[in-house]
């Protein structure tokens, strides 16, 4: 039973639970309120919660049985070709072929943006645009010339920009955000973007975003943690920064960024309006080797920011100990 | 109205000028620009410079740690996925692709008549992780899965206890191998169960003169009628072996034929056993499978199952 005494003292829990945003960003009571006021009922349907102890089970037992799979260390088919008769001296002689360049590097090690060179980012196609007929004339500062029919991006402002990107990230993970790197394309771009959000202890989007995740929190991902009997509603997180690696096609995520006043780094092409983003990066988003690249910069410097957020909190540490150890009392 | 954290600080950055000034030609016009909480106010221009507040500088000693505290001890969600709105589904599928990427170059099954393995079902996979899957869902796992499972099992032992997770057991088949197995007693005795319509009977076979007891009576006492007495000895009659085995049972349920034809089924799984050359013999007589007619239900709108009432022209 929800009394009007009892949620004017929990006044917050009260607007949130009665209000909500309009599509016109305007607020409403919702009428189920109302109606439950005049009907004495509570608001919501106590449903039980059945604690199922089986998939608890089994999702420990998968997470251990996984973790062994991944550290085994299994033979490779190469070793078991080789012939255990030739003697030591043989295996000495010759010379190790070195590759110079692996098609994983960028994914396994990329390189930080300040040791970043234009023939990387050449390499990786990030100059090309789209072609003229679709050119966003926005962009046209970015934009160093026409070449078959496409616009070629300026690689300087590339890479101007990634770094103001960068210095946003390693700020954000730094304070402790909440980091979204997000793409809807599937198959190799979203291994770029799972291996660059567990980099830096972040959060990934390779499937469709769901609309309302950040306007309506509260329907789309109210389920995944269960409530406590007390409480009103249920717990989610919202981002605190958005990382869209293609913004073209995700239009609805940047709209709810923007009610939600949450900034956005995108990968801005010739196509795509740059004023839609807070923080755009002027870049080809068709690549995948542009993109892989992109991720692993950006999720370096979060990176970054995370390993000096644990420096940082570790010395207040050590300086809350020598302050109790000298004054006696708790802070 | 939960406000987010970044609503909270302002957020006003700085580029270096050296940077600007090595890398650009053209004029910069330097303007400082304040985030507001309006929408419109995402208009930017490509050059442009801001400046950066730290919480250090402006706060005192004594709120250091309390702002610290509040950034410390934050909640944030557990799994990689959380914003999909599926977490459990898509982390499977991340750990699955892990693996195989990391079991991309190990040696695999070349064999193309291998049986296809038995992968749990959807039901049970979704009582076991707590999700409703969708049909392209679970076949997208299985598909990751039968990937993973061509692999040797004997170079990757830690990957085929992973995936045993995953394997369906197929009961038939498992008790037709458990049966397959089966051999005689230290004592020369066969152990079985015969079943016929509600009746149970459990069937020792020794070599010996050819007595039969049922519920520690003789066969004929227990069985007055002669068809009883020789449905039970038919399958030693089909196999030429009437005098050579003794037969100890128990028989619980079921009436008097049904009794005689369990411990007939027992017998025959009894005589497999001993030696297994009998039993294409014992098949072409019709006593090896296990006669699965019942009394049939009632139904509602019939006298019995079939018996319908008297049909009423009017």
Same mark, same amino acid.
């Given at each position: 039973? $929800?009394?009007?005494?009892?949620?004017?003292?929990?006044?917050?829990?009260?607007?949130?639970? &009665?209000?909500?945003?309009?599509?016109?960003?305007?607020?409403?009571?919702?009428?189920?309120?109302?109606?439950?006021?005049?009907?004495?009922?509570?608001?919501?349907?106590?449903?039980?919660? &059945?604690?199922?102890?089986?998939?608890?089970?089994?999702?420990?037992?998968?997470? $251990?049985?996984?973790?062994?799979?991944?550290?085994?260390?299994?033979?490779?088919?190469?070793?078991?070709?080789?012939?255990?008769?030739?003697?030591?001296?043989?295996?000495?002689?010759?010379?190790?072929?070195?590759?110079?360049?692996?098609?994983?590097?960028? *994914?396994?090690?990329?390189?930080?943006? $300040?040791?970043?060179?234009?023939?990387?980012?050449?390499?990786?196609?990030?100059?090309?645009?789209?072609? /003229?007929?679709?050119?966003?004339?926005?962009?046209?500062?970015?934009?160093?010339?026409?070449?078959?029919?496409?616009?070629?991006?300026? *690689?300087?402002?590339?890479?101007?920009?990634?770094?103001?990107?960068?210095? &946003?990230?390693?700020?954000?993970?730094?304070?402790?955000?909440?980091?979204?790197?997000?793409? /809807?394309?599937?198959?190799?771009?979203?291994?770029?973007?799972?291996?660059?959000?567990?980099?830096?202890?972040?959060?990934?989007?390779?499937?469709?975003?769901?609309?309302?995740?950040?306007?309506?929190?509260?329907? /789309? *991902?109210?389920?995944?943690?269960?409530?406590?009997?007390?409480?009103?509603?249920?717990?989610?997180?919202?981002?605190?920064?958005?990382?869209?690696?293609?913004?073209?096609?995700?239009?609805?995520?940047?709209?709810?960024?923007?009610?939600?006043?949450?900034? /956005?780094?995108?990968?801005?092409?010739?196509?795509?309006?740059?004023?839609?983003?807070?923080?755009?990066?002027?870049?080809?988003?068709?690549?995948?080797?542009?993109?892989?690249?992109?991720?692993?910069?950006?999720?370096?410097?979060?990176?970054?920011?995370?390993?000096?957020?644990?420096?940082?909190?570790?010395?207040?540490?050590?300086?809350?100990?020598?302050?109790?150890?000298?004054?006696?009392?708790?802070? | 109205?939960?406000?987010?954290?970044?609503?909270?600080?302002?957020?006003?950055?700085?580029?270096?000028?050296?940077?600007?000034?090595?890398?650009?030609?053209?004029?910069?016009?330097?303007?400082?620009?304040?985030?507001?909480?309006?929408?419109?106010?995402?208009?930017?221009?490509?050059?442009?410079?801001?400046?950066?507040?730290?919480?250090?500088?402006?706060?005192?000693?004594?709120?250091?740690?309390?702002?610290?505290?509040?950034?410390?001890?934050?909640?944030?969600?557990?799994?990689?996925?959380?914003?999909?709105?599926?977490?459990?589904?898509?982390?499977?599928?991340?750990?699955?692709?892990?693996?195989?990427?990391?079991?991309?170059?190990?040696?695999?099954?070349?064999?193309?008549?291998?049986?296809?393995?038995?992968?749990?079902?959807?039901?049970?996979?979704?009582?076991?992780?707590?999700?409703?899957?969708?049909?392209?869902?679970?076949?997208?796992?299985?598909?990751?899965?039968?990937?993973?499972?061509?692999?040797?099992?004997?170079?990757?032992?830690?990957?085929?206890?992973?995936?045993?997770?995953?394997?369906?057991?197929?009961?038939?088949?498992?008790?037709?191998?458990?049966?397959?197995?089966?051999?005689?007693?230290?004592?020369?005795?066969?152990?079985?169960?015969?079943?016929?319509?509600?009746?149970?009977?459990?069937?020792?076979?020794?070599?010996?003169?050819?007595?039969?007891?049922?519920?520690?009576?003789?066969?004929?006492?227990?069985?007055?009628?002669?068809?009883?007495?020789?449905?039970?000895?038919?399958?030693?009659?089909?196999?030429?072996?009437?005098?050579?085995?003794?037969?100890?049972?128990?028989?619980?349920?079921?009436?008097?034929?049904?009794?005689?034809?369990?411990?007939?089924?027992?017998?025959?799984?009894?005589?497999?056993?001993?030696?297994?050359?009998?039993?294409?013999?014992?098949?072409?007589?019709?006593?090896?499978?296990?006669?699965?007619?019942?009394?049939?239900?009632?139904?509602?709108?019939?006298?019995?199952?079939?018996?319908?009432?008297?049909?009423?022209?009017?």
């Amino acid at each position: 039973m $929800y009394s009007i005494q009892s949620l004017r003292n929990n006044s917050r829990a009260f607007l949130s639970r &009665v209000l909500y945003h309009n599509r016109y960003g305007k607020f409403t009571i919702s009428t189920r309120f109302i109606s439950s006021l005049y009907k004495d009922l509570p608001l919501n349907s106590s449903k039980q919660q &059945v604690i199922d102890h089986d998939y608890d089970d089994f999702k420990q037992e998968l997470s $251990y049985r996984f973790f062994k799979a991944f550290d085994d260390k299994p033979i490779d088919s190469a070793k078991l070709k080789l012939k255990d008769d030739v003697p030591e001296f043989v295996k000495q002689t010759g010379s190790f072929k070195k590759v110079s360049i692996s098609a994983t590097k960028n *994914l396994e090690s990329p390189p930080s943006p $300040y040791d970043l060179t234009m023939s990387s980012l050449l390499s990786a196609n990030l100059h090309l645009g789209h072609s /003229t007929s679709l050119w966003n004339p926005k962009t046209s500062p970015f934009i160093f010339g026409i070449r078959y029919g496409i616009n070629i991006i300026n *690689l300087d402002y590339t890479l101007i920009y990634l770094r103001r990107a960068c210095k &946003v990230m390693k700020e954000i993970s730094y304070n402790g955000g909440i980091i979204l790197f997000i793409n /809807t394309r599937g198959g190799l771009f979203s291994r770029s973007v799972i291996k660059a959000a567990k980099r830096c202890n972040q959060y990934q989007l390779t499937t469709r975003w769901l609309p309302g995740t950040i306007t309506n929190s509260q329907q /789309t *991902l109210g389920h995944l943690i269960p409530k406590n009997e007390n409480d009103v509603i249920s717990k989610t997180f919202k981002p605190d920064l958005l990382v869209l690696l293609n913004p073209l096609e995700n239009e609805i995520a940047l709209e709810e960024a923007r009610y939600g006043n949450i900034p /956005t780094i995108g990968i801005v092409d010739t196509d795509f309006d740059p004023s839609k983003v807070t923080w755009p990066i002027p870049a080809n988003d068709d690549s995948v080797r542009g993109i892989e690249l992109l991720a692993g910069i950006l999720s370096l410097a979060a990176r970054d920011g995370l390993v000096q957020r644990k420096l940082m909190l570790d010395k207040i540490q050590k300086e809350r100990k020598q302050a109790r150890v000298i004054y006696g009392h708790t802070i | 109205m939960l406000t987010s954290l970044t609503s909270k600080l302002q957020f006003v950055y700085k580029v270096s000028e050296k940077v600007l000034g090595n890398n650009l030609k053209s004029n910069i016009k330097k303007s400082i620009i304040l985030k507001s909480c309006n929408r419109n106010s995402n208009i930017i221009n490509p050059f442009v410079n801001f400046r950066y507040y730290t919480t250090t500088t402006t706060i005192s000693k004594e709120n250091k740690y309390e702002s610290i505290d509040i950034l410390s001890n934050r909640e944030i969600p557990q799994s990689i996925s959380y914003f999909t709105g599926k977490p459990t589904y898509n982390d499977l599928i991340i750990q699955l692709d892990d693996l195989i990427f990391k079991y991309r170059k190990t040696p695999k099954l070349k064999d193309k008549n291998v049986l296809p393995t038995l992968w749990i079902l959807k039901q049970r996979l979704d009582e076991k992780l707590g999700l409703c899957l969708k049909t392209h869902q679970y076949r997208t796992i299985i598909q990751k899965l039968n990937q993973l499972n061509i692999i040797i099992p004997e170079i990757a032992p830690q990957l085929h206890n992973f995936l045993d997770l995953f394997r369906r057991y197929d009961l038939e088949k498992e008790k037709k191998l458990l049966e397959a197995m089966k051999t005689v007693d230290q004592f020369g005795r066969a152990f079985t169960l015969g079943k016929r319509k509600e009746a149970v009977a459990q069937v020792w076979v020794v070599e010996g003169d050819g007595h039969v007891i049922v519920n520690g009576k003789p066969m004929a006492e227990y069985f007055s009628l002669m068809k009883d007495r020789e449905s039970i000895l038919y399958p030693f009659q089909v196999t030429d072996l009437l005098g050579k085995y003794n037969v100890w049972t128990k028989v619980k349920g079921g009436g008097t034929t049904g009794q005689a034809d369990a411990i007939a089924h027992g017998i025959t799984k009894a005589l497999i056993i001993h030696d297994s050359d009998l039993k294409p013999i014992l098949r072409a007589a019709n006593l090896v499978t296990r006669d699965t007619r019942v009394v049939e239900r009632k139904k509602p709108g019939l006298a019995k199952a079939r018996k319908r009432y008297t049909w009423v022209k009017r």
